[in-house]
């Protein structure tokens, strides 16, 4: 299947600070990307749809200023968690379609956000 | 109601065991639906698509009813490697978001 890769994997902050991660597709170009949030034993929840060229669209309760989203290229978007808190700890993953037939969307790997 | 519901897990399996996932949804006009497998503190990957007509892969059946609005998976001959969270997944229209269930554990056991 199509490959989306995800950096960093994991990283530890401190409150307060800000940190930016990155989804790349790597063999194929999307106009659209997904970013998705998993507390622990709880399912994915969309933050919001990263949209090439043009503004994010924002889930409701998510704040756009606080999570930062570009997506510059038909192959990268990013994520920043601005002004983290110990709150925002979390698994973020992007996603995105592959464009085929069937929609498929594919997965990056993940990044362990930890706030302390 | 929820948009996407499933079975409450976790269902705990004997090796070689055969065990049925089921799934509902609100949405009558989503148009996609899939099957994901998670592992723990792993991303979601795609185990297979959902079709009208039913499809199966290897030892993995899914079937749709649109009507009913109910997915549904069966995995025959329970390996343990089968062991994972089972997603329920459903999309809107082409290209949106998806919209997952909250997942079912299994755990298959020697």
């Known amino acids: 299947g199509a490959v989306v890769s995800q950096h960093p994997s994991w990283v530890i902050c401190k409150s307060g600070t800000s940190v930016k991660i990155e989804c790349r597709s790597l063999d194929f170009q999307a106009t659209t990307m997904f970013w998705y949030r998993q507390f622990p034993k709880q399912s994915l929840m969309l933050m919001a749809t990263s949209n090439e060229g043009s503004k994010a669209t924002y889930e409701q309760g998510v704040e756009k200023d606080k999570f930062l989203i570009n997506h510059a290229s038909l192959t990268l978007s990013t994520l920043t968690v601005t002004s983290a808190h110990p709150e925002d700890s979390s698994f973020y993953i992007c996603?995105?379609?592959?464009?085929?037939?069937?929609?498929?969307?594919?997965f990056g790997p993940g990044t362990r956000l930890t706030v302390l | 109601r929820k948009e996407v519901e499933q079975d409450p897990g976790p269902f705990n399996v004997p090796e070689g065991a055969t065990v049925a996932f089921n799934c509902t949804y609100s949405?009558?006009?989503?148009?996609?639906f899939f099957w994901y497998r998670q592992d723990c503190r792993k991303e979601p990957k795609l185990l297979m698509s959902v079709y009208s007509s039913g499809n199966e892969d290897g030892r993995f059946t899914a079937q749709l009813n649109r009507a009913s609005q109910y997915i549904s998976l069966l995995i025959r001959d329970s390996k343990l490697s089968d062991s994972a969270t089972y997603l329920c997944v459903v999309m809107g229209q082409a290209g949106t978001a998806l919209i997952f269930g909250k997942g079912t554990t299994l755990s298959v056991s020697s």
């Open positions: 949405n009558s006009a989503s148009q996609s």
């Open positions: 996603s995105a379609n592959s464009g085929g037939t069937y929609n498929e969307q594919f």
